[in-house]
């Protein structure tokens, strides 16, 4: 496995923003069904604006109904028993995320946050070409856009993700598993959302192609400035990547701390459990992961936060 870093060392990495994008306070997501599934449970969390927060925790531990739940996507027998999630715009306004209405929604999501789902490569229209899947999403919020805006903007997002806008005119099966993969991050930044929920975004991919799209997004984040909430079982991973790692346990927030202190000194069990299940960090991985490649500020050496 190539071990070069995907941190390039000389981007902003260690920012620790004040200032927060997303507040989640005390959610807890319940499966209506016999007996019910409490699958989140009590979670808190703040996402700061800018960060790349990592989500830990094995399979069926709540992270993508928690994702789901902060998008408003979750469906019967999902429901949200209880509290609250804000969104702190940009322009200084807080939004009740749990209070908005269908419209409200539709504005919200892709604008204000969007979403790279679990199995991305099939959340792409098939049948539809790129350039219109782009144009459609653009125009729903948009609507006022001219035909060269639009083409001029869809352009401009698959050079971003560095996919040839010749592409624009293929349909997703003419397309490799990371092209999709990047279209449908250029979908997720078409409107320049100020939150990126990626879910799996690279599980699916061979561990080259994985890299470099892990690479293309801490660059796009550091350009865009945009948080990142990073799904993924893969903790070595999100080591990597993340400023912050939040480590789910059944449904719960365990432990929630900056990447490098969580690597150095888990506190949860749990948390520690996770980290030598994956022996590589013992070994040379562990030790290039944290060393030298993220130069961490002082301004990130701050206490880890239990249980959020
Ligand atoms: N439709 C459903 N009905 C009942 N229980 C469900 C449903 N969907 C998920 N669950 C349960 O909710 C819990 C959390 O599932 P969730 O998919 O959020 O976990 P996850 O951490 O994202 O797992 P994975 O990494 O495998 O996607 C699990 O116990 C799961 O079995």
Redesign the pocket.
Known sequence: MNLTSVRDKSSDSGRHRADTVLTIENLTVV?E?EPP?T?VRDASLTLHRGEILGLA?E????????AYAVNRLHRP??RIASGRITFHDRDGDDIDVLALTDAGLRAFRWEKLSMVF?GAMNALNPVTTVRAQLRDTLLAHRPGLSRAEVRERSREVLRRVDVDPARLGSFPHELSGGMRQRVMIAMAMLLEPQIMIMD?PTTALDVVVQRELLREIIRLRDALDFAVVFIT?DLPLLLEISDRIAV?LA?EIVELGPADQMYRKARHPYTRKLLESFPSLSGARGGFIRTGVVDVPASRDVPIEEGA
């Open positions: 499966y069904v599934v699958a925790g399979s069926g531990c709540g992270k993508t109904t928690l027998p999902a679990q799996e079982h789910m449904g």
